[in-house]
């Protein structure tokens, strides 16, 4: 395996490693919410004027596939819509108390997974971190430009 190949592998196992690591806290803490449900509360909850356009852009999801969620989401009673007075065309979502509940809970599991976990970026100074944000940043663009020369949508994958 050559270090290309190491450092992709490297991605795909930290990634699956943490999703194991950190799913069974989550589920306990958030049993009534599918974790597609808590990301978009927390998407909600971070952004002001949230819309389906927008949550869709964000999540790589159709815009029908988030009318679901976002649909299931105000019947549990998570979030709400509402309208804007200076553009009554397009519908908006916020957080309910209850929303609100889910995101700070949420927001609490991802600060103890980063305690967990910061024992690792402890031993990392600023250069070589900049140099890690600047890989990931030129490989994200790369991909981008990738998927849209092969004329690939994102959001029929997710």
Do not use: P
Request: net charge positive; with cysteine.
């Amino acid at each position: 395996m050559n270090k290309n190949e190491q450092i992709l592998k490297g991605f795909a196992d930290i990634y699956n490693k943490t999703v194991i690591l950190n799913k069974a806290k989550m589920e306990m803490e958030l049993k009534e919410c599918k974790s597609s449900e808590v990301h978009c509360i927390e998407y909600i909850g971070k952004n002001k004027d949230s819309n389906v356009t927008r949550l869709a852009e964000s999540f790589y999801m159709t815009r029908g596939a988030i009318s679901k969620l976002t649909k299931k989401l105000m019947e549990k009673g998570y979030i709400e819509s509402y309208q804007r007075m200076d553009n009554n065309k397009e519908i908006y979502f916020k957080l309910t108390k209850l929303g609100q509940e889910i995101y700070k809970c949420h927001e609490k599991l991802h600060k103890e997974f980063c305690n967990r976990d910061k024992v690792v970026f402890e031993g990392i100074d600023s250069e070589q971190l900049d140099k890690m944000i600047a890989f990931v940043e030129n490989y994200n663009r790369h991909l981008d430009a990738e998927l849209k020369k092969q004329n690939i949508d994102k959001k029929i994958y997710s």
